[in-house]
């Protein structure tokens, strides 16, 4: 499963281990029972998620491989359990990949974790012009220092934080539910909030008892409420 996200980036479902009867073989193992029928299987995640008996959810695993800008991703690692892997700028050179937004936001006066989209055409333009001008100097730069032999993890200084990278992040269910909870949430930046809603769509896909389990007892944000 893939999912484009903002102008050039990216989800990809890479790698799961498990699904919903995972985590209910998991629960039963305490009695040393496994699966029984679908209602009662059902059931019992409901039971596990409503109680907040949360490991069995542990034991399933996902895989994802992310395009994001630098800016998307540092937020993102601030989700500790979980395992990343980013391509290096040490060893890779930069391509020509910015993200530019289609709108632009000014603070919210009411709320410091919100922006609010301008409708002033002009102002809208204006500050588009200077990201789009300051993105192509940055990245002439680069190409410049690199050009004079300077070292790749030297160059790479002069980029912003709206170059593209790419990661590969492996995560159990009941931390992707943590992401969720925050990301998948108006507070949070709206760029990462793409991404998160994505991540619940394949979340859904593949584990559909524990995805409404989740959202009926579990899930604190209010986007995925809202697409329910």
Known sequence: ??????????VRLV????????????????????????????NLIFYLMEHRHETPFE???????????????????????????????????????????NHIRINDTKDKQKGVIIQNDELKNKALELIQDSLENSYNVYQQLLSMGIAREMARIVLPMSSYTQFYWTVN????????NLRADSHAQWEIQQYALAIAKIFQEKCPWTYEAFIKFRYTGDLLKNKE
């Open 15 to 42: 790698d799961l281990m498990g699904n919903d009867f995972s985590a209910v073989k998991a629960a039963r193992v305490s009695y040393g029972k496994g699966l029984k029928t679908p209602e009662k299987d059902k």
């Open 59 to 101: 034991h399933i695993v996902f895989t994802f491989h992310v395009k994001s800008p630098i800016f998307v991703a540092r937020q993102w690692f601030r989700h500790r359990i979980g395992s990343f892997n980013e391509a290096s700028l040490r060893y890779t050179e930069l391509k020509d990949e910015f993200y530019l937004p």
């Open 1 to 10: 499963m893939e999912f484009k996200i903002l102008d050039k980036g990216f």
């Open 173 to 180: 269910a009941r931390s992707l539910m943590n992401f969720l």
